[in-house]
Nanobody
């Protein structure tokens, strides 16, 4: 019902920048929030940044001041601008969307993208 398509990952040197994009499509009655999570090998998945439909933003402490999340509501797309990248930012980054596909509360659930690899070399 809902598809999330990510783009923008890749290999970059420490100190470099990347921009991730995630476009949502399908039965989008309302997108309540969108965000990015990441999972490094051997570690648990963690929230990187999230933005609500009202514009409230939350960042992981480890990325504050370096990453910026933004959202284009007209395009149902969320972006993650990542600057001053560090080797410890290396992970698979997954897009998440809290979506209601209908007016009923029961239609609300989380959707996930397939993930995009970000590798930062030292």
């Amino acid at each position: 019902q809902v598809q999330l398509v990510e783009s923008g990952g890749g290999l970059v040197q420490a100190g470099g920048s990347l921009r991730l994009s995630c476009a949502a499509s399908g039965s989008l009655f309302r997108i309540n929030a969108m965000g990015w999570y990441r999972q490094a090998p051997g570690k648990q998945r963690e929230l990187v940044a999230a933005i609500t439909s009202g514009g409230s933003i939350n960042y992981a402490d480890s990325v504050k001041g370096r990453f910026t999340i933004s959202r284009d509501n007209a395009k149902n797309t969320v972006y993650l601008q990542m600057n001053s990248l560090k080797p410890e930012d290396t992970a698979v980054y997954c897009c998440n969307a809290d979506v209601s596909t209908g007016i009923m509360l029961a239609t609300r659930r989380d959707y996930w993208g397939q993930g995009t690899q970000v590798t930062v070399s030292s």
